[in-house]
């Protein structure tokens, strides 16, 4: 146990320069804009706060990726070349997907839902335990993530992922933001842009692009926080986990599915 | 009284001897030319994707690791339960179980997206991880069966022989029991999560490893010209038909447990009747290939007493084991994960098995060259193992190795 919390340790100094960098780097006038609640630069993770997130199917519109198209610019997805002679259908399935939209029927009443489906930052995740490196591991703040200092590449964390979750780098990286570092030959999945509340600030990309084009079916906050709006909405209504039964107390939550 | 055994150096032709090394060594190096592109590219030259993760090198590094340990039981049969007709065959199957491993876990490690930094995974372990166990464990294996080979071939280790034998064949057990709960361990997927599947692995190394031992047995002595009688085979041969018989049955026994629960009816559905490839394998290679064809013949009461019959019967053994490999590790995967029970699924970004579609796969040249590789790893091991060092008996004909002979 004291390896792991040795490990937690030197990730979360890792994480702090590195959010340290990015602050500096990254225009002062972003902080301004962030909420009284968020964390201030370079303060370690605590378990105080619980990022989590609320998914609201029934405003989810059909059709719409906005969510999928702001996570891959965020996190510079979209930068990813597809290699001259693969194949098209091939490489879409071979390209990290971070977050993606799926529709779903129900087979009793035929009703049709909605939904974009990402890393839902388990409490109990099993990508975490099966990881031989420690290199899939969970913040204190209860954002999973992969240390891609450690990652082997070894699968097994895609393996045992109940919602196929992650990604493979299939390919050679080369362009990408400093924000987002990525390699061939790792497996990366959602952080909750986590450099983004590292800096400060307490959106994501997709909840942000999901308001933007008026539908909210995002919200995203701090579970711990009784006042944040995720709270009190998780409150106000009845919500789900995907697959409930495996009882990972995903971070993740829907309503209307 | 036994005659008494002498162990020798195998004496094949120089000229013969090098060709054959020479061969094997090339496809072993076509195998890491294969590894060394897939690795310079990125894994999108290969068939596998974010749907089906692990791919055809998986097969091959677990049916070699699968077979390593069941290659070491001929010699725990002689040590772990004195049955004296097998003392002889100890060294060749400590050897084998060595070669196999490494041959299988190079394909592994090759295979990895960052094969460079194994030092990483030689150093940073999470013990709640069952994988990092199994580095441990395969490890140790080399260790402990080493040791074991050095007991068994120098007289003066001849007090640790016993010890060793029983701590190596204790090792196999666990290490086999790691290795088929790697999938146990996948909670979420319908075709792995099964507590039978340690034990299964445990019986399917049995059959694949003696298989693959008798197979190189016959071969080793027919090239060097000594004698093989039939009394031993004849031990084998029933060894190789119960633990075929033992397969089946743990694979009836999966089968069944799983249509017990309604919940895998699909995955059972997909594995037996239309999951195309997986179907056809699971049919044909497993069941068929490696299951009633190689009893079939292994109870023959004269085709069983063919050497060239014999042969057939092992390399099924081995060719159905693999396919039955194949259908667990990637059939497991193309089978739709249940994302939403009671729902289906009609579009998805990521291909969430849309209307309940498998995931396709088609393994590429590389990874089969990769995984041929290993296997070529593993026999250029065993060749150098049996020309430098005393492993095999001079003779094995009937009247050395069987103490009853006559009766
Ligand atoms: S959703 Fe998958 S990747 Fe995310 S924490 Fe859970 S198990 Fe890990
Ligand atoms: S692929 Fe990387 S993060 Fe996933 S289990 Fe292997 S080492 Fe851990």
């Known amino acids: 146990m004291k390896n792991t919390q040795d490990t937690n340790q030197k990730r979360r100094q890792f994480l702090q320069k590195g959010a340290a960098v990015t602050a500096i780097a990254v225009a002062p006038g972003v902080m301004l804009h962030t909420a009284a609640k968020a964390k201030p630069v370079g303060e370690a993770v605590t378990d105080a706060v619980r990022w989590g997130m609320l998914v609201d199917a029934a405003k989810c519109a059909d059709g719409c990726d906005a969510c999928v198209q702001a996570c891959n610019e965020e996190n510079g997805l979209n930068l990813l070349q597809k290699p001259h002679d693969a194949e098209d259908e091939m490489w879409d399935q071979q390209i990290p997907k971070w977050i993606r939209n799926v529709k779903v029927k129900d087979n009793l009443t035929g009703h049709v839902t909605s939904l974009p489906m990402m890393c839902q930052h388990c409490e109990h ?33 895609m393996m045992a992922c109940p919602y196929k979750a992650r990604s493979f780098v299939h390919e050679v990286v080369e362009h990408k933001l400093t924000r987002t570092p990525r390699g061939k030959g790792c497996v990366e999945s959602c952080n909750f842009c986590v450099h983004r509340l590292d800096n400060g600030q307490t959106t994501t990309a997709c909840q942000d692009a999901c308001a933007k084009d008026g539908h909210n079916a995002i919200t995203f906050g701090d579970l711990n926080n009784p006042d944040s709006e995720v709270s009190k909405a998780l409150k106000e209504q009845s919500s789900t986990q995907i697959r409930a039964d495996l009882k990972l107390n995903t971070g993740v939550r829907y309503r209307g599915v | 009284m036994m005659k008494k055994i002498y162990f020798r150096e195998w004496g094949l032709e120089s000229r013969n001897y090098w060709m054959l090394l020479a061969v094997l060594a090339a496809v072993a190096g076509i195998g890491g030319l294969a590894a060394l592109y897939m690795e310079h590219h990125g894994h999108w030259v290969t068939g596998m994707s974010n749907q089906i993760v692990w791919g055809t090198p998986h097969v091959f590094a677990i049916f070699l690791i699968v077979a390593a340990s069941g290659a070491l039981n001929v010699a725990s049969i002689g040590s772990v339960f004195n049955k004296t007709i097998y003392k002889p065959l100890a060294p060749l199957s400590a050897l084998l179980a060595i070669a196999l491993l490494l041959g299988g876990l190079l394909v592994l490690v090759l295979d990895l997206g960052r094969p460079d930094r194994l030092i990483v995974a030689m150093t940073t372990y999470n013990f709640k991880s069952i994988f990092a166990w199994n580095i441990i464990l395969y490890n140790g294996f080399f260790v402990i069966v080493g040791f074991y080979l050095w007991t068994v071939m120098d007289r003066k280790m001849k007090c640790y022989y016993k010890p060793a034998g029983v701590t190596a064949f204790i090792w196999r057990l666990v290490l086999t029991t790691g290795t088929g709960s790697i999938f146990g361990f ?62 089946l049955m743990f694979m009836v026994t999966f089968h069944l447990t799983n249509l017990y629960g309604t919940e895998n009816h699909a995955f059972e559905a997909f594995i037996l009747l239309n999951g195309g490839i997986y179907t056809a394998m699971f049919w044909i290679g497993q069941v068929l290939i490696g299951g009633l064809l190689p009893l079939a013949i292994l109870f023959h009461p004269t085709l069983s007493l063919s050497r060239g019959w014999l042969t057939a019967a092992a390399v099924m053994v081995v060719v159905g084991g693999w396919m039955t490999i194949y259908v667990i590790v990637i059939g497991g995967q193309a089978f739709p994960m249940a994302l939403f029970p009671s729902k289906t699924i009609l579009e998805s970004g990521f291909y969430d098995g849309v209307n309940g579609m498998a995931s396709s796969y088609t393994p590429s040249v590389p990874e089969v060259l990769l995984g041929l590789g290993g296997v070529a790893v593993a026999l250029v091991v065993t060749v150098i193992g049996i020309r430098m060092l005393k492993i095999l008996p001079l003779s094995l004909a009937d009247e050395v190795a069987d103490p009853h002979a006559g009766i």
């Not at chain 1, 992969?146 to 082997?152: A, E, P, Q, S, T």
């Not at chain 2, 000594?226 to 190789?240: C, Q, T």
């Open chain 1, 125 to 157: 995740p099993p990508c975490v335990d099966v990881c031989p490196t420690t290199a899939s591991f969970r913040r204190a703040d209860g954002i999973v993530m992969v240390d891609r200092h450690l990652c082997i590449g070894c699968r097994y964390c």
């Open chain 2, 186 to 247: 996948l909670v979420a997927r319908q075709g792995f999560d099964a507590a039978i599947m340690a034990p299964w692995f445990i019986v399917m190394s049995f059959g694949f490893g003696l298989a693959i031992y008798m197979l190189v047995l016959m071969d080793v002595f027919k090239r060097d010209q000594r004698p093989l009688g039939d009394a031993i085979m004849k031990k084998l041969k029933g060894l190789l038909a119960v633990f075929v018989a033992a397969n």
